[in-house]
């Protein structure tokens, strides 16, 4: 059974700095592009950055130059570097496989930037 655990938020200021992780059991972590969401109030959720394997990230427009994805394979562990934040960052950040397999989601972790 797929599980996926997310960590790492919390409340920056404008401008600060977040590092996201997220773990993963119950799949062959190596073998899956992964991708970190994320989900305003309000909003739908939608997907901010994806790293394929081996290890090739792409970004949405809104967090290109200021976040980074990377994965550690022998960790079965995604993470997602928050530079620059700002207040429209501010939502609740998933990780998941891409949505096709259907795996479940985590509790997510909240990041509030907010001055």
């Known amino acids: 059974q797929v599980q996926l655990v997310e960590s790492g938020g919390g409340l920056v200021q404008p401008g600060g700095s977040l590092r996201l992780s997220c773990a993963a059991s119950g799949m062959i972590f190596y073998t899956y592009p992964m991708g970190w969401y994320r989900q305003a109030p309000g909003k739908e959720r939608e997907l901010v950055a994806r790293i394929t394997t081996p290890s090739s990230g792409n970004y949405a427009d809104s967090v290109k130059g200021r976040f980074t994805i990377s994965r550690d394979n022998a960790k079965n562990t995604v993470y997602l570097q928050m530079n620059g934040l700002k207040p429209e960052d501010t939502a609740v950040y998933y990780c998941?496989?891409?949505?096709?397999?259907?795996?479940?989601w985590g509790q997510g972790t909240q990041v509030i930037v907010s001055s």
């Open positions: 998941n496989a891409d949505l096709i397999h259907g795996f479940p």
